[in-house]
């Protein structure tokens, strides 16, 4: 019986709203995530904007509050996650020699949920009272004693996007378990399919814990419960202790597949095996291990007893372990490669250096005494947006560069893809760099207007900012200008590029491997 | 299983439905939670809420219908099968890590805030400044900030109540082995035991809640001694009742005659789920009860 080829090809918005096919959703996400990506950064031009000079200008505090925390939010749940969940739906039954994802309809749910959790999310800016203005770690009691009347909307957000991220994770453990072709073992997996993997253990770990997190936030609110205050027994910094347990792994749910992409690209235009892949994917392992035991470095100055500060610092600290062992490999791949620089290769060499500047300074802030210095300044931010846009984001910029002709069918531009490059390298340094001199100068995060002193950084800052936002319009006119044309890509796009991704005609058609290829 | 083929479905109409429903069911419920915070009655919350609820149980019910017609015309292979295990097995793992956190905030609770306010460890000043008068004591009888109330004792109905859902394990233990040895007959009746001895739980939880509030005094409002307890029992309860809607769907499909040996999934995903739940109670019990 061969279901899938029999019926005919839905068309029109049937074709996306029913679908139950892998390259479908895959795309869905992406596009979903793009969008998601757009919004969040207008919001962060608008906080740009206002940091341009010292003193209010364009926006109210609380609306600047409220632009924190939805740039956060959105970042976080609507851009990188969807990113990853979407290229893994495109490419993981590909890479494993799979039909389609192991519940096809469940993956479907999984992504529709998203568009209506952000929704809901993005409609309480606009309601009497505004949005969520806590900052997107929502920290008790400013979401609960201090928030307004609309976190009812923020908690039942967040509470669907949890059951759509944990659908979707459950989707893409068990693809990977149960749907690779005969012959792919475990250590044959690529690099990418294996930190899709631990990064969807994650996620089943992780959100329950966010959805117990928010549901405490939102009895304490409305219903009077005190878990998170002192005067009924309960403790604010307990909700550190829970949100962290959460936000911990979060983290590496955005940077693993960063690094399955990355171990994916080096390796093509190195014209070299990746080196080490055994240690690759126990150090995605230890990574996703220690990320449990680490959460309270967010927390050093909440006046944990002195053996936990030593615990939470040594434990972090030895995260670098594993995350090194990454970096030299990939080094180690380059070195004696026959290197070429196409542009996925561009945003891999790029993440490189860029992600390791915010693993440094990661490795500052985890050192206690230290810590009290940074805490909530501006280092911190410079630090995570160094991880996360020069980290996450570059990796799903090179992952995208690297198989659109594969989804397309169609090279892209590749003028106008190296500009995209180029602007965004400098102008996301000239965004972020600055922030480290002024947080280690003692500018704190999430304010609206700072001292004299740090002027002339933030308005460099905001030159930047601008510069690195205007340039992504490129990358959208690079991605649609390679959907509606341009020279026709062979099966295996990239000379050497290796996986079975590359064995299929380029654009992939709908259905893929609907009998499983042999693997030697 | 007469199919080696991985099934993939054609399009289906039912996620999208679902994923409104949900997005009716959060809206709904965003509004109802606001609207009882500033005592407005107005009744958009409420119609919101069951609407949405009707279009999650019409989802609900036409995609599983889809899924067994499937099914039962032999479309399944063996390894859609394990597929269909697998995601069951995860998701009780996310299950777990849910009531993994609400005991951890039970534990912080006793082990660390309480004590702390109370002046343990280097917190001696803390404790004199804000509340000299609060002390260290399990169950919180008396908050930092005054308020008194009572505390449930583990003897009587919650003892009796463990007795029963240990009972209903083994009830639907006996079930699954009856649907083994092809006894349907017998696999009915300790399925319907099963579906009682779930229902007389939930109507003696509910006669508990009566009599903490009512006469222990112990409300959302009283503490963390008291948010802990409806926290960890409230969600066991609404598992409970969640695990006692899907035995009474296998009953149904037992009738029908949809299950033997070897297609088995649902029954076996719907035990796994209320054994798994049985285990959180037996923590519960021991933790919000006993010690």
Same mark, same amino acid.
């Given at each position: 019986m061969n279901q899938h080829t029999s019926i005919k090809a839905a068309t029109g918005w049937r074709r996306w709203v029913y679908t139950t096919n892998h390259k479908d959703i895959g795309t869905l996400y992406l596009w979903f995530s793009l969008i998601m990506f757009f919004t969040g950064g207008l919001m962060a031009m608008i906080i740009r904007a206002e940091l341009?000079?010292?003193?209010?200008?364009?926006?109210?505090p609380n609306f600047f509050n409220q632009m924190t925390t939805v740039h956060g939010l959105i970042m976080v749940f609507g851009a990188v996650m969807p990113a990853f969940t979407g290229l893994a739906n495109w490419m993981v039954p590909l890479m494993i020699g799979a039909?389609?994802?192991?519940l096809p309809r469940m993956n479907n749910w999984s992504f529709w949920i998203l568009p209506f959790a952000f929704l809901i999310l993005l409609s309480s800016l606009f309601?009497?009272?505004?949005?969520?203005?806590?900052?997107?770690?929502?920290?008790a009691p400013l979401s609960?004693?201090?928030?307004?009347?609309?976190?009812a909307f923020f908690v039942f957000a967040i509470h669907i996007m949890g059951i759509s991220s944990i659908m979707g994770a459950i989707n893409v453990i068990v693809t990977i378990t149960n749907m690779r072709?005969?012959?792919?073992t475990w250590m044959k997996l690529p690099m990418f399919v294996w930190t899709m993997l631990i990064t969807a253990f994650l996620l089943i770990m992780v959100m329950p814990v966010l959805a117990g997190t928010v549901t405490m936030v939102l009895t304490d609110k409305y219903?009077?419960?005190?878990?998170?205050d002192a005067s009924g027994g309960?403790?604010?910094v307990m909700f550190q202790h829970l949100f962290w347990f959460f936000g911990h792994p979060e983290v590496y749910i955005m940077i693993l597949p960063a690094f399955g992409i990355i171990s994916t690209i080096i390796p093509t235009f190195s014209r070299?095996?990746?080196?080490?892949y055994h240690s690759m994917v126990y150090a995605t392992v230890s990574i996703a291990f220690l990320s449990f035991i680490v959460w309270a470095h967010h927390m050093?100055?909440?006046?944990?007893p002195l053996a936990g500060e030593l615990f939470f610092m040594y434990s972090t600290m030895i995260i670098s372990v594993p995350t090194g062992v990454k970096v030299f490999n990939w080094i180690a791949t380059l070195w004696r490669g026959s290197i070429t620089f196409e542009v996925p290769m561009l945003f891999a060499l790029a993440f490189i250096v860029l992600f390791t500047i915010g693993g440094m300074s990661g490795l500052m802030l985890a050192i206690t005494p230290a810590d009290f210095q940074y805490h909530d300044t501006y280092f911190v931010v410079a630090h995570f947006h160094y991880v996360l846009v020069t980290g996450a984001v570059f990796s799903i910029m090179a992952a995208t560069y690297y198989w659109i002709p594969k989804w397309t069918g169609n090279m892209f531009h590749e003028g106008l893809a190296k500009t995209h490059f180029w602007l965004s390298l400098v102008s996301v340094n000239i965004l972020f760099f600055p922030m480290h001199f002024v947080g280690l100068a003692g500018m704190p995060r999430r304010i609206p207007d700072y001292a004299l002193q740090f002027a002339d950084f933030n308005a460099l800052i905001s030159i930047g900012g601008f510069a690195f936002g205007l340039s992504q319009i490129l990358f959208v006119v690079v991605i649609v200008k390679c959907i509606r044309g341009g020279k026709k890509a062979k099966?295996?796009?990239?000379?050497?590029a290796e996986g079975l991704?590359?064995?299929?005609?380029?654009?992939?058609?709908?259905?893929?491997f609907s009998t499983a290829p042999t693997i030697k | 299983m007469k199919t080696d083929e991985y099934y993939v479905p054609s399009q289906s109409h039912w996620p999208i439905v679902g994923a409104i429903a949900l997005f009716v069911i959060a809206f709904s419920a965003g509004l109802l939670v606001i609207e009882m915070h500033n005592e407005k009655a107005s009744p958009i919350g409420h119609y919101g809420l069951v609407v949405g609820f009707c279009i999650l149980i019409y989802m609900l019910y036409g995609w599983f219908k889809n899924v067994i017609h499937e099914s039962l015309s032999g479309m399944y292979s063996v390894q859609m099968d394990r597929s269909f295990r697998q995601g069951m097995l995860w998701f009780i793992l996310s299950e777990f890590m849910f009531f993994l956190i609400l005991f951890g905030t039970l534990f912080y609770a006793r082990m660390l805030s309480v004590p702390w306010l109370a002046g343990e460890g280097n917190n001696e000043m803390t404790g004199q400044h804000l509340w000299p008068q609060f002390n260290n004591v399990w169950? +919180?009888?008396?908050?930092?900030?005054g308020e008194q109330n009572g505390f449930m004792s583990w003897q009587g109905l919650p003892l009796i109540n463990t007795g029963i859902l240990l009972v209903s394990s083994v009830t639907l233990f006996n079930a699954h082995k009856s649907l083994d040895n092809n006894n349907i007959s017998h696999t009915v009746l300790f399925l319907v035991l099963t579906i009682v001895l779930a229902f007389i739980f939930l109507t003696l939880q509910f006669n508990e809640y009566q009599h903490a509030y009512?006469?222990?005094? +112990?409300?959302?409002?009283?503490?963390i001694y008291g948010n802990t307890f409806y926290i960890l029992t409230g969600f066991h309860g609404l598992h409970v009742t969640l695990g006692a809607t899907m035995i009474c769907v296998i009953l149904i499909r037992t009738i029908k005659g949809h299950f033997n040996k070897d297609n088995i999934f649902a029954f076996q995903a719907v035990s796994w789920y209320w054994h798994f739940v049985d285990v959180i109670w037996i923590i519960l019990f021991l933790f919000v009860y006993i010690i």
């Open positions: 341009f000079q010292p003193g209010l200008q364009l926006v109210e039909p389609d994802m192991a309601m009497p009272g505004g949005g969520p203005n806590f900052g997107w770690t929502f920290y609960t004693t201090y928030s307004n009347d609309n976190t072709a005969p012959g792919m219903f009077g419960t005190s878990f998170f309960g403790d604010p070299k095996k990746l080196f080490g050093f100055t909440t006046g944990m099966a295996n796009v990239w000379e050497d991704e590359w064995e299929v005609p380029s654009p992939a058609p709908l259905h893929t | 169950p +919180l009888t008396q908050t930092p900030n009512q006469v222990l005094g +112990l409300k959302l409002d009283s503490g």
